[in-house]
């Protein structure tokens, strides 16, 4: 595969929120509106690509036994970096809204994801596609969520009021409900869309191969001799 | 099947057994028995039952409650007319449940809602409830709790403020909190003549009993017997179907005379909230007023007997509908005296809603000649 094709897959047919179905508590924790998708989207992509970068280069050289946790102490590495970047220069606004979420990128899984799935054996470039690829991915889908989120509750985007007689607020989207209700709907049409596309060309559309449980070995220890 | 009565019936040999024709002979599933119902009877049987309800809501509202009722009703139609023509199915707003849903919709609001928020409930309730799961019968929650329950949550404060009734003049007392002071001095000067046509003027409101029963340390006032009368033939603040009883009750007798619902649900449900409260009440006086209140007072009534009830969400097997309805009943007596809303019923029927296919599951009649295997 090569490089472009490596980073095109994490914008749309293997989208880490819509399609690998990754990262569900940041998704829906903290997308009440568009602003705080992006924050969220971007401290993401920042960990995902160093994350990616470095277990690329120490991937021969860690012990199969206890890769997670030096997985984990890497991630963590990066989150600190990006926690405490945010904390200087982020708006306080953002930063009080992100809140925990930040140092729980640690665990998520996409970032954990993709170093167990692909960093771990693909050389530098292609891992560097990947995290971006990945990374801005999330990012956007966080951002059309929070944007579909802060619009149907408030009838503004990125805090910029575009229907300027909606006066009541609607709070039912921008609260955790709505938040279910409207991802629910984002991943119905996508796989409408994938369909339609799949059915233009006179095919049924599956899913990716290989996006079920099996293709996570997170848990497993069977290659190893 | 067919191939082989053709055969039968063409051998010169066995005369003497004449089969009918096989194209006249129609195989299907059973039930093969058929009492002449359907969705469209049923349905406008359910409306009919609703309607004296409604009028009394209209009585002690006003106007402005036939206008909420009609405008939900309207847009949940047009919003089913609309969607079946863009997802190419076939017209079934004239099966009547779409006009149900809107009518309870309206129901459950306040007779001062603005005109969009009855639209967006309309939106929540047939698209959100009903149609995105597949139509009529493939609904896993009530759609007009799904409306009433996304509409409490997404203006809370529209969806709590409420109209006050024809005669308020029980109301009067400041000390039963139903209205504060400046109210008051409104409603006095106004006088009851006026309320009828201008129920939403000058922004008057009341609380409804299990808002103050929420706050209060005695309920000297609220279960007065002269309140319990009012709140029995709905001379009350609330949403406009929920508030008369005695309707709904009339109702509710239509529904069980065609047996369109199950008794067992409304009595499971209505009695283990009375049971629950009768038990808190006589242990702790000062926590919950007695169960009188509870079935009178807000919306056990119309939730017990038109929602709880929903043929699509509620369990199938008479086992099942006393489970749903217990379970009704405790979340509802747990939100209406622990939970911060004052008010459980649509909550307790959309959890038990989710439940209903769980309990279908494990509620299952014992087929007939079945012998359970025995456990080594």
């Known amino acids: ?225 | 099947m067919t191939e082989e009565k053709k055969t039968i019936k063409k051998d010169p040999e066995s005369p003497l057994i004449i089969l009918p024709d096989p194209k006249e002979l129609i195989v299907s599933t059973s039930p093969h028995l058929h009492n002449g119902g359907s969705v469209k009877k049923i349905m406008y049987i359910v409306i009919l039952a609703l309607l004296p309800s409604c009028a009394a809501g209209v009585y002690f509202f006003g106007i402005d409650a036939l206008r909420v009722l009609l405008l939900c009703t309207i847009f949940c139609v047009a919003l089913e007319v609309i969607w079946c023509k863009c997802a190419g199915k076939k017209q079934t707003w004239s099966d009547g449940s779409a006009i149900i849903t809107g009518l309870l919709l309206g129901m459950n609001l306040s007779a001062g809602v603005p005109w969009w928020l009855c639209l967006v409930g309309a939106m929540l309730a047939i698209i959100l409830g009903k149609q995105l799961f597949g139509g009529l019968g493939y609904n896993p929650f009530n759609p007009a709790l799904v409306a009433r329950v996304g509409l409490l949550i997404g203006f809370p404060k529209l969806m709590t403020t409420w109209v006050v009734p024809k005669k308020f003049s029980y109301m009067m007392n400041p000390d039963a909190g139903f209205v504060n002071t400046d109210q008051l001095e409104k409603l006095k000067s106004v006088g009851e003549s006026i309320i009828p046509f201008n129920a939403n003027i000058e922004g008057l409101t009341c609380a409804t009993p299990l808002s103050i029963a929420k706050g209060a340390d005695s309920f000297q006032h609220i279960t007065s017997p002269e309140a319990i009368q009012n709140y029995f033939w709905g001379n009350v603040g609330g949403c406009i179907g929920e508030t008369s009883v005695a309707f709904l009750l009339l109702g509710a007798v239509i529904l069980l005379a065609f047996k369109l619902i199950r008794w067992q649900v409304p009595l499971a449900y209505i009695g283990t909230v009375a049971i629950i409260t009768f038990i808190l009440n006589k242990v702790d006086p000062s926590l919950t007023p007695g169960p009188i209140f509870h079935i009178v007072a807000g919306g056990l009534v119309i939730g017990a007997f038109f929602m709880a009830t929903d043929m699509v969400t509620s369990p199938m097997t008479k086992k099942g509908a006393f489970i749903f309805g217990i379970g009704c009943g405790i979340i509802t007596t747990a939100i209406r005296i622990w939970g911060s809303y004052p008010e459980g019923v649509s909550f307790s029927i959309l959890f038990m809603n989710a439940l209903t296919p769980l309990i279908d599951r494990y509620s299952g009649g014992k087929p007939f000649g079945y012998i359970k295997k025995k456990k080594n």
């Open chain 1, 1 to 225: 595969m090569s490089l472009l094709t490596e980073f095109m897959k994490g914008l749309w047919r293997e989208n880490p929120v819509l399609v690998l179905l990754l990262g569900m508590c940041p998704t829906l924790a903290v997308t009440s509106n568009a602003m705080n998708g992006l924050g969220m989207g971007l401290a993401t992509l920042c960990v995902l690509l160093g994350s990616n970068i470095v277990i690329s280069i120490i991937r021969n050289i860690v012990p199969k036994k206890i890769r997670i946790p030096c997985y984990i102490v890497v991630i963590a590495t990066f989150v600190t970096v990006v926690e405490m970047l945010m904390k200087a220069y982020a708006p306080p606004a953002l930063n009080t809204a992100l809140g925990i979420f930040i140092p729980l990128i640690v665990v998520n899984c996409i970032v954990l994801g993709r170093a167990e799935a692909f960093a771990s054996k693909s050389s530098i470039s292609s891992s560097i596609a990947d995290g971006l690829g990945m990374g801005i991915g999330f990012t956007l889908a966080l951002v059309a969520l929070g944007g579909a989120r802060e619009f149907l509750s408030a009838g503004s985007l990125f805090e910029y009021k575009i229907i300027t007689s909606w006066t009541t607020k609607f709070m039912l989207p921008s609260q955790s409900p709505g938040a279910f209700i409207i991802l629910g709907l984002f991943l119905a049409g996508m796989n409408w869309i994938n369909m339609r596309k799949a059915a233009k060309q006179n095919k049924v559309y599956t899913p990716p191969q290989g996006f079920d449980c099996k293709h996570c070995n997170i848990c497993s220890f069977k290659d190893d001799e």
